[in-house]
Nanobody
Framework: QVQLVESGGGLVQPGGSLRLSCAASRTIFIFDSMGWYRQAPGKQRELVAVMSSIGSPNYADSVKGRFTISGDIAKRTVYLQMNSLKPEDTAVYYC?????????????WGQGTQVTVSL
């Protein structure tokens, strides 16, 4: 059973920074992509940032210029550096990994880590 374990969430004041980390375990698979989603209360889960084994990372418009995704897919790790945080960034952040095979697409999720931006 693939596990994605996140860490780094917490409470931060507006304008502050946090760094989220995610590492996959219990797998020998190499993912095709790894990234971060978030879900605020009463809202749908949305993509924050994703990186793949090819191409440039993609970001939600709302976080461009403030968040940076990094990591090493071959090592099954992904990070999210969040700067200039705003109250509207408050959400549960989920690590995500995807694998595409000739049998279809497989999605994996972490348990989520709370990020709260407030005075």
């Amino acid at each position: 059973q693939v596990q994605l374990v996140e860490s780094g969430g917490g409470l931060v004041q507006p304008g502050g920074s946090l760094r989220l980390s995610c590492a996959a375990s219990r797998t020998i698979f190499i993912f095709d992509s790894m990234g971060w989603y978030r879900q605020a209360p009463g809202k749908q889960r949305e993509l924050v940032a994703v990186m793949s084994s090819i191409g440039s990372p993609n970001y939600a418009d709302s976080v461009k210029g403030r968040f940076t995704i990094s990591g090493d897919i071959a090592k099954r790790t992904v990070y999210l550096q969040m700067n200039s945080l705003k109250p509207e960034d408050t959400a549960v952040y989920y690590c995500h990994a995807a694998r595409v095979t000739n049998r279809g697409r497989y999605d994996y999720w972490g348990q989520g880590t709370q990020v709260t931006v407030s005075l």
